[in-house]
């Protein structure tokens, strides 16, 4: 009887983290389908007149679950609004809102997770901003660094999907502003997963 109740909780395990990592691979296909649409469409591209003519699509690296990572969700809650550099002289203000922890390939990573002062009228609209470089920035992905957007931590465990980190604007025109990762979040490790650098792959 054992072995059989043993059996059943292995088979439903596997069935759902299949169905898991089935959902997992939809988002990230369904994220670039949007992503290429958005970008050819000459209603909601960001791109400049010259570029959009060239353009076929965005390149992404290859969609692997090892960049979607679990991540222990560390809140900081005494920390001070701060203006966040970026590519002009715009300074935006941030406040950093937590920090999340977790591991590729055995290393012990953290990013800052921040959270914009800016008013919303709808708090579900709320989210936390990821800027982050890695190794492959300038070697492969955008050199100014890639951004990933999270919802609003509920729990002690999140998900990072790198799979979803896209490029600033400005990877794709100098016209945009765009906030620079800040040395806190320069990740030690090679992200081979979510957008490409923009026309160096």
Do not use: W
């Given at each position: ?30 994220y ?11 209603e ?21 679950l ?54 919303v ?29 999270l ?9 990072i ?41």
């Amino acid at each position: 009887m054992k072995l059989k109740v043993l059996f059943f909780f292995v088979l439903i395990t596997s069935l759902v983290f299949s169905q898991d990592k089935s959902e997992a691979l939809k988002a990230i296909k369904e994220y670039q389908t949007e992503a290429n649409e958005k970008f050819s469409n000459p209603e909601t591209t960001i791109l400049d007149s010259l570029d959009l003519i060239s353009f076929k699509r965005l390149e992404f690296y290859p969609a692997n679950l090892k960049f979607n990572v679990k991540a222990t969700f560390v809140r900081t809650p005494d920390e001070k609004p701060f203006l966040m550099k970026t590519s002009t002289s715009r300074l935006p203000e941030y406040v950093k809102y937590g920090e999340a922890h977790f591991s590729i390939d055995d290393e012990l990573l953290t990013l800052n997770l921040y959270k914009s002062t800016r008013e919303v009228e709808n708090p579900e609209d709320e989210y936390l901003f990821v800027p982050f470089t890695d190794l492959t920035s300038g070697d492969g992905s955008y050199g100014g660094g890639r951004y990933i957007e999270l919802d609003i931590p509920t729990t002690e465990i999140i998900y990072i999907n790198f799979n979803l980190a896209y490029n600033p604007y400005c990877a794709y025109s100098a016209r945009y502003s765009c906030p620079i990762p800040p040395k806190e979040n320069d990740i030690l490790v090679r992200i081979e997963a979510g957008v490409k650098d923009f026309g160096h792959h």
